[in-house]
């Protein structure tokens, strides 16, 4: 089972599901369904990688464990 770590991430970036949304081309629905972890298993590559895109991030730090800034 996956864990969505968008949550924390759009926290952590200071970024709101309206910014998001406009930066990935990305509907607010299936940002809401990747914000859940039920959601994000069920997300495309593609989908997850623009939202990755979009963050400044991996498409792997979008779920799995918690999210680790790189150092440095």
Known sequence: M???NLKALMELKKVTF????QASGISRQ???DARTDS??????LSTLGRI???LGVGTK????GEYQP???
């Open 39 to 44: 959601g994000i298993a069920k997300c495309r």
């Open 18 to 21: 309206r910014e998001l949304e």
């Open 61 to 64: 730090d979008l779920f799995g």
């Open 2 to 4: 996956f864990k969505s």
């Open 70 to 72: 790189p150092e440095g």
């Open 52 to 54: 990755a895109q979009a």
């Open 30 to 32: 299936t940002l809401s």
